[in-house]
């Protein structure tokens, strides 16, 4: 039995009910991250990474390997290196290192008489999240009180269709439209220009008042010359604890990626995730595990569990890591210690290498052979 029944005062009680009880969820996808520092500080800024990486169970190598791993990225250049000193068992079989920019990824092999290869991956490995000017808190909401009570007086609601959750409870999807020129305190909030079009969400509120779904359209935020060509992102639960993103690609192909939160782990955050590529050749690859991260004096410990690698034949690989992601500040060239000219490496695109990726593991497996002096299978 609905409480309410006008959908302007259903969407501002929810929008109350969320600001006083699911911020302070567990189970709240942001629960405990501090958004703005998130964004300024490490996904648009420099930072440094080290730690170590596990392969186990890769396909056709026949043993597991471990890496030491050290690398820099900076956000104004638009550069990331690293350095992998692999280990097979107690052997130190040598170094691989991993660069990228803009949409290009480099992998050279020193060991290996510097075998190279250059990727094109179609997409921009570097995109700048929006600047948050404050963390998404109570504070927040207490002092925009006056402008989101403006705001819901200026919206227009569309009743849409309604959704069924886990217990049975009915939600009803409302189109919300921010007029051009309104909202301003949230585009204040993102850090970015507002908006010269009309901005539509679909907000689904259950009969408690809660905010249950919202589904957001990308379309007009992505980026000319983008590879994506539409995209939606998701935010699902009673507690917001579920991220959904779906993008569509080129030639009839997706991607979709979800987040999960999990609460219960309370001495640390725990997220589990999932993200499957659909290409146009019939073939799914899907990575999947969980994360976890702590806070640290200068940056953030992570680990990445159980994340594996598969396609329709079964496991391709599984990964662990472990290591730090630290704030930084890098004034030098990122690739200033490439040991080859990255630029003179001949390029492959992303769709030859999805095209025909067992054709290019079994020529890069002749050419380690050949340079090391292997005897070749024709």
């Known amino acids: ?32 991250v501090d958004i703005m520092e998130l964004c300024q500080e490490y996904f648009n800024s420099d930072v440094t990474v080290d730690g170590t990486v596990m392969l186990n169970d890769v396909r056709d190598l026949g043993f597991s390997m471990d890496m030491d791993v050290q690398g820099e990225r900076s956000f104004e250049q638009k550069k990331f290196a690293a350095s992998a000193d692999m280990n097979v068992v107690f052997l130190e079989v040598g170094d691989a290192q991993v660069y990228a920019e803009d949409e290009m990824a480099y992998m050279v092999v020193p060991m290996l008489d510097n075998l190279s290869y250059a990727f094109d991956t179609d997409m921009n490995l570097f995109f700048k999240a929006p600047e948050f000017t404050s963390d998404i808190n109570q504070e927040w909401f207490n002092a925009n009180k006056g ?51 009309d901005v539509v969400s679909v907000v689904y509120i259950n009969p408690a008042c809660q905010i249950r779904r919202i589904e957001i359209d990308l379309d007009d935020a992505i980026e000319p010359g983008s590879t994506i060509q539409s995209a939606k992102l998701v935010l699902d639960g009673t507690n917001m604890g ?11 192909e997706t991607v979709i990626s979800n987040v999960t939160r999990n609460g219960d782990y309370l001495f ?13 050749t019939g073939e799914t690859y899907a990575a999947s595990g969980y994360m976890t991260w702590e806070k640290i004096d200068g940056g953030v410990s992570v680990e990445v569990h159980n994340m594996e ?3 329709s034949k079964g496991t391709i690989g599984k990964i662990y890591f472990r290591g730090n992601v630290n704030k930084s500040h890098i004034s030098h060239d990122v690739f200033e210690k490439a040991p080859v000219d990255l630029y003179s490496i001949e390029v492959i695109s992303w769709k030859k290498l999805r095209d025909d990726t067992e054709g290019f593991v079994r020529d890069m497996m002749s050419e380690t052979k050949r340079r090391i002096g292997l005897p070749v299978d024709e």
Do not use: C
């Not at 699911?22 to 629960?31: E, G, I, K, Q, V």
């Not at 402008?147 to 919206?155: A, H």
């Not at 640390?268 to 146009?280: A, R, S």
């Open 309 to 311: 690698i598969t396609d």
């Open 242 to 252: 579920n991220m959904y993103f779906e993008a569509t690609l080129p030639d009839d």
């Open 147 to 197: 402008n989101i009570l403006q705001l819901s007086k200026e919206i227009s609601i569309e009743k849409m269709d309604e959704i069924v959750d886990e217990n049975n409870w009915v939600s009803i999807g409302y189109k919300v439209t921010i007029p051009e020129g309104s909202g301003g305190f949230i585009w204040q909030l993102l850090g970015v220009e507002a908006p010269d079009h």
């Open 1 to 32: 039995m609905w409480l309410v029944s006008s959908p302007r005062f259903m969407i501002l009680a929810a929008t109350t009910r969320f600001a006083l009880e699911t911020l302070n969820n567990p189970d709240y996808l942001l629960y405990n």
């Open 268 to 280: 640390t955050n725990y997220i589990d995730f999932e993200t499957k590529y659909f290409t146009n």
